[in-house]
């Protein structure tokens, strides 16, 4: 990798970046706020929210911060009327398509969801709501996941295949019908590959996956390990 | 097979059917086929054998001669005769045909007719003319001269700046230069690259590869080991639907016949290049046209796309340099080769060269497979070429581009055919589905329908997409069924902006093409609906009221 | 390591195609659509045990195998009917006729897609497109193509083929 210094320029702030950085990593060192919620540092990048495509000067397109590395004399624009418009509309999706209600959620309070639609502004959902009529699997022993709350960022895939290295999860369907699934779409208390680390359960966003036990605005997430398990992960590669 | 036994093959098989006085060429691609030309070709074989007539006259099978609509075709050689809708039946008739020299008149085809005249055929120069399952017939009509030639006469950037003249774009829609890409998976330094050939051809209404692979599938391996040469691959793969179980059938018997005769695999031709193709099935997922999907799907994996950059070039399969073309620009190659980028230049418009194989179909009186030069204006498609709208009813619109493009009014009709102009009119080229549309479709219904298909076959990985394409489907339906509100317009227009900027790959991107495309030229026909009227008369509207 | 490849779920002689397949393609990562077409090919649908079986056979997770298995349409997870009707709903046959045959089934049979007679003789499936848009509407009554359908010739050509069971 080149490891070369570049300089860039971020809602106008001039800033340095290694090459081999992201426009997001290196906002959020610079305390700029780009909003994500399937980015998670630690964990492979996806582009999948949507979330945080900024505008770079001389690019057609949007472009996800996530995935996109910084170059020499990048112009990067992370607000505008645009952005934040667009940013709504993707949040309302998300409200519409599952059944999220904050009011009896375990991770009110502590949920990204939750806190991205505050901090974004957003007043209510002009989109219908779908109201899918989705399970909630109490199978496990220690966890639950309520997949009416789930927004599909992947994050428990991920940190389970990239990081405790059991791939327990997956997605099974496609499109507005897909799923995360727990080994051959069984009761994640019948999964013979899960090893109950709890690591899905602590990176995920929303109150999806939570512990047992609590109630509601009880479930608050810990992701202390991530930085230093990856560290090691990347180490022993 | 060196350049002398390539032509002594040649040689021999043209003297072969020679010793034969007439050839009769029966269409065996899928549409024919279903139509009964299996059963035609063996009471033709019957009844020249009774007749004692094999030494005068021979039966083969053969790919796509264009006018499905009329299949069963058969054509006889060197009379001129093509006869259409042939039953087993008709065999004694047309067998007396040749003795006698005088056509069966009530099962005759006009081949003077616009259809055939207006048609300029490179990529389909050899459909309906050779068997393509027998690579000698493939030689005898030139086949493999070019990639002999680009073996031994020419190094890969000799190839590439043909390719580079010749002006020829990608032919799966988006039309990216093809000389560009092949000259970035050239420079890139990577040992291990890749060819990889898109045939998963998904579009509802479109059937131009299916065509080409069924018809003439040595001429896509000899594109695909062109381009292999040309970059700097070893290996290949092609990629093809599982629903098209004669395309793969035929492909596979012809990489089996082009290793065993040398044209593939280990030192091709005698020289120290080497070349490995190998068949993969899709799965019925639409989302792996696009190239990242495609990609995941050889690698065994979900079909979802991923953000480009990294472009194929530059991070493919298993993360190495691999170049991406689908079959009807592999299938241009061998004639770039042989008359070399200037002489394909000369044909099309500034931007857009060459030819575009078009299946047409919907409510258009000759509905098949057609290849014309660009710039020729959709007009001439469907009122010369397709013979103009059945029934006496009136063309309404045309729909190119698939899923991804849009509907085109008759006020744009004279447009010519070209990467730009399509896009101009917020539709695409696309891969080559042209389906006429008469005033009995409801573009509201058109629209909805595409959506579902959008839906159905979103991956689901990005927000926009999954959800996105879900809410414009239920906001069309509701629109069909005459229960949507006034706000609806306004919240489609706002859907289609949203999935069309934040999407993540050109499936999501291009969704709401259908729906924008239909509310910019037909209007009217959605406030007919919010005011529970449907101008085509198709729709219950209001039924539910 | 010592890893042992896995014995097939039972003595049906049948999955000695499904292996062979997959040691075609090295037992590599790669081999999954492949595995699983075989599978299908050779027992109508993908079921539990053999995607445990290919799971096991590639070295792969449970949940990436179901994951790819219900990805791809071409894939069923359901045991077919006797018979499969596949209606293409491409868009030439969608404009030419193909609701009305979709509705014909669901009438006469109580059949939508994806699903099978109570009586396990006939399934009803649609195709995105099956590329003989000239021959609109078009349906594949077990792997046999039918064009230019009217619903009441697509039913007579449904009963003939459940009678001939009969």
Redesign the interface.
């Known amino acids: 990798m080149n490891a070369g210094i570049k300089t860039l320029r971020i809602d106008g702030r001039d800033v340095s970046a290694r090459a081999d950085q992201t426009i997001l990593q290196v906002a959020r060192e610079n305390d700029i706020f780009i909003p994500s919620l399937c980015y998670l540092e630690g964990l492979s990048p ?5 979330l945080c ?1 900024v505008e770079v000067k001389g690019a057609s ?2 472009l ?1 911060a996530c ?2 590395r910084v170059e020499e004399g990048m112009e990067v624009t992370t607000r505008s009327e645009r952005l934040d418009a ?1 940013r709504r ?2 949040l309302e ?2 409200f ?2 599952r059944n999220h209600i904050c009011s009896v959620c375990v991770s009110n309070g502590h949920c990204e969801l939750q806190s991205l639609a505050e901090r974004l502004n957003l007043t209510h959902v ?3 709501y ?1 109201y899918p009529r989705l399970p909630v699997d109490a199978s496990h022993p220690r966890f639950v996941a309520d997949h009416n709350r789930c ?2 960022c992947t994050r428990c895939v991920r940190v389970c ?1 990239e990081i405790e290295g ?13 799923r995360v ?5 069984q009761p994640w208390g019948e999964s ?2 899960c090893t109950s680390c709890g690591k899905c359960v602590h990176v995920c966003p929303t109150g999806a996956l939570s512990e047992k036990g609590r109630s509601v605005a009880e479930m608050a997430k810990r992701r202390q390990f991530l930085p230093y398990l990856t560290m090691m992960r990347t180490q022993a590669r | 097979m060196t350049l002398e036994e390539l032509q002594r093959t040649a040689q021999e098989e043209r003297a072969s059917q020679s010793k034969v006085a007439c050839h009769l060429h029966v269409c065996t691609a899928a549409s024919c086929l279903s139509a009964g030309s299996a059963q035609v070709k063996q009471a033709l074989e019957q009844e020249l054998a009774e007749r004692g007539m094999r030494s005068f006259c021979r039966v083969k099978g053969v790919g796509c001669m264009g006018l499905c609509s009329a299949g069963p075709l058969v054509a006889a050689h060197p009379e001129g005769f093509l006869y259409g809708r042939v039953t087993p039946e008709d065999a004694p008739d047309i067998t007396r045909s040749l003795v006698e020299g005088r056509p069966v008149r009530r099962l005759s085809v006009p081949t003077d007719q616009p259809f055939f005249r207006r048609q300029l055929k490179l990529v389909l120069e050899n459909a309906g003319l050779v068997d393509p399952e027998r690579l000698e017939e493939y030689i005898a009509a030139g086949g493999y001269a070019s990639l002999l030639k680009a073996l031994t006469e020419m190094t890969p950037q000799d190839v590439i700046r043909e390719v580079t003249i010749s002006g020829l774009r990608g032919r799966g829609g988006a039309g990216y230069p093809t000389g560009l890409k092949w000259s970035t998976v050239a420079k890139s330094t990577d040992a291990e690259k890749y060819v990889v050939c898109n045939a998963d051809e998904g579009d509802p209404g479109a059937f131009m590869d299916r065509a080409v692979l069924e018809s003439d599938p040595h001429r896509v391996l000899e594109g695909m080991t062109i381009a292999a040469y040309a970059v700097g691959a070893r290996h290949g793969f092609i990629y093809v639907r599982a629903e098209y179980p004669l395309a793969v059938a035929r492909l596979r018997t012809a990489i089996r016949q082009a290793e065993r005769a040398g044209l593939l695999g280990n030192r091709i031709a005698g020289t120290p290049f080497s070349f490995h193709i190998e068949v993969r099935l899709g799965a019925g997922a639409f989302v792996c046209g696009e190239e990242t999907a495609l990609m995941a799907s050889i690698e065994g994996r979900r079909g979802t796309p991923r953000p480009r950059p990294p472009y194929p070039a530059e991070y493919g399969l298993w993360g190495h340099s691999t170049l991406i073309n689908n079959v009807e620009t592999f299938a241009n190659i061998p004639v770039i080769v042989r008359e070399g980028g200037q002489w394909f230049a000369r044909i099309g418009t500034a931007t857009s060269k060459g030819t575009k194989v078009f299946a047409l179909a919907g409510r258009v009186v000759n509905t098949g497979l057609i290849e014309v030069p660009m710039g020729i204006s959709l007009r001439e498609i469907i009122y010369e070429i397709g013979g103009g709208i059945p029934d006496g009813r009136r063309f309404k619109a045309v729909q190119t581009g698939g899923p991804s493009g849009g509907c085109i009014p008759e006020e744009h009709l004279d447009t010519p055919v070209d990467y730009e102009s399509l896009a101009a009119l917020g539709s695409m080229m696309g891969s080559g589905g042209l389906i006429v549309m008469d005033d009995a479709t409801c573009m509201v219904d058109l629209a909805r329908f595409f959506l579902e298909f959008s839906k159905g076959e979103s991956c689901g990985k990005c927000v926009p997409c999954r959800v996105g394409t879900a809410h414009l489907y239920e906001l069309l339906d509701r629109l069909v069924k005459g229960e949507a509100d006034g706000e609806s317009l306004r919240m489609l227009e706002e859907l289609s902006d949203l999935l069309r900027h934040t999407s993540l790959c050109g499936l999501g991107q291009s969704a709401p093409n259908p729906v924008l495309s239909t509310l910019r030229y037909f209007r009217e026909e959605y406030e007919a609906h919010l005011a529970g009227r449907c101008l085509a008369g198709t729709c219950r509207v209001g039924a539910n009221r | 390591m010592n890893w042992v490849r896995p014995a097939p779920p039972s003595e049906d002689k049948r999955w000695k195609i499904v292996d062979a397949a997959m040691r075609r393609m090295g037992y590599r990562r790669d081999a999954l659509i492949e595995a699983l077409h075989s599978v299908q090919e050779t027992f109508g649908y993908l079921d539990d045990d053999s995607l445990r079986y290919v799971a096991q056979s590639l070295r792969l997770p449970l949940s990436a195998v179901y994951g790819v298995a219900t990805f791809y349409h071409f894939f069923t997870l359901k045991p077919p009917g006797k018979h499969t009707c596949v209606v293409c709903t491409g868009t030439a046959c969608h404009i030419k006729g193909a609701p009305q045959l979709l509705e014909m089934m669901e009438r006469e049979y109580q059949l939508k897609p994806g699903e099978t007679t109570a009586d396990g003789r006939l399934s009803l499936l649609t195709a995105r497109c099956v590329g003989s848009c000239g021959l609109a509407p078009v349906v594949v009554l077990d792997r046999e193509l039918g064009g230019k359908l009217t619903p009441e010739q697509l039913r007579h050509w449904l009963e003939k083929r459940l009678a001939y069971d009969a």
């Open positions: 996806v582009g999948a929210c949507r495509l397109r949007l996800p995935v996109t667009y509309m993707i999706l998300l519409s398509e002009h989109f219908p779908r927004i599909l295949d059991a791939h327990t999860w997956d997605v099974m369907g496609r499109g507005i019908e897909a699934i727990t080994d051959l779409n013979e590959s």
